[in-house]
């Protein structure tokens, strides 16, 4: 191929957001390997290292490394040694969590953005400043709220994290939520919340409705569904939606509070 043609490809591939290279070489995903690979990922019963949980389900497989994990800390050295994601090979950090993992209320989205990548902490880009803004017309901030992500690791180009992406990463996010154990779980966005709560449904019909998460162990965690706030930022006029399911979290956690 001449070197005009190249530079044109790889203009084209830049143009669409095709902007990280995962390896030096091609890769070809329908080979024997992939496939294998995905035979795994289908069937829990084949046999493996680890077996992803198939997507949309609430309870982790037997055999993967978050269940071993007792500690937060654990869950992030784990994390930072697991190889089964293609994404840990372009991004530049794992995102595991921030704020406070003793507070009432968890906050839980789909993946990082360039500068959440860049800081190794979720939220911190222009939808985590709006975030923020929205969690303080309620009485929260980022010391009484722990905040992660389904996805630890930034997708290329910001694009939608794959099933397989998912499934891979899911048990390690259910594992997270059992370690904290919040009072109530606040899925940001239509992947967080079809994940964790294992629907089909779009976020318009699962927003603003009180659901439990179930556990791994049974027990049930109160947890309402809303928008992205990336998903504010190019649609301002859901944000008066977005704002009233955060005021059903502030009125749970005052019921809460006279409760005791």
Not at 14 to 28: C, E, F, Y
Not at 77 to 93: H, I, P, R, T, Y
Not at 153 to 160: A, E, S
Not at 174 to 188: A, C, D, G, N, S
């Amino acid at each position: 191929m001449e070197k005009s043609a190249i530079l044109h490809l790889l203009e084209w591939h830049q143009n669409n957001g095709i902007n990280s290279v995962l390896r030096d070489q091609p890769r070809n995903r329908l080979a024997n390997d992939f496939a294998n690979n995905l035979e795994r990922l289908e069937n829990p019963e084949s046999p493996a290292k680890m077996t992803p949980q198939p997507i949309l389900s609430t309870s982790a497989s037997h055999d993967h490394p978050a269940l071993a994990c007792q500690t937060l800390e654990q869950l992030k050295q784990v994390m930072l040694a697991f190889e089964g994601c293609d994404l840990k090979q372009s991004a530049m950090n794992l995102v595991f969590s921030d704020g406070n993992p003793k507070g009432p209320v968890m906050l839980v989205g789909e993946a990082p953005g360039a500068d959440e990548d860049r800081q190794g902490l979720p939220f911190v880009g222009q939808s985590g400043q709006l975030l923020d803004k929205v969690l303080k017309t309620v009485g929260l901030d980022r010391t009484n709220t722990y905040i992660s992500n389904i996805i630890p690791w930034r997708p290329p180009g910001n694009r939608p994290p794959t099933t397989q992406e998912i499934a891979m990463c899911q048990p390690f996010i259910q594992r997270h939520i059992e370690l904290v154990r919040p009072k109530i779980l606040v899925f940001l966005g239509g992947v967080a919340a079809k994940t964790l709560l294992n629907s089909n449904e779009g976020i318009m019909r699962l927003r603003g409705i009180w659901r439990d998460y179930v556990t791994h162990d049974g027990s049930a965690i109160k947890a309402l569904a809303t928008f992205h706030p990336a998903y504010l930022l190019r649609s301002p006029g859901q944000k008066a939606l977005m704002w009233q399911d955060f005021l059903k979290v502030e009125k749970a956690l005052q019921e809460a509070e006279h409760r005791l």
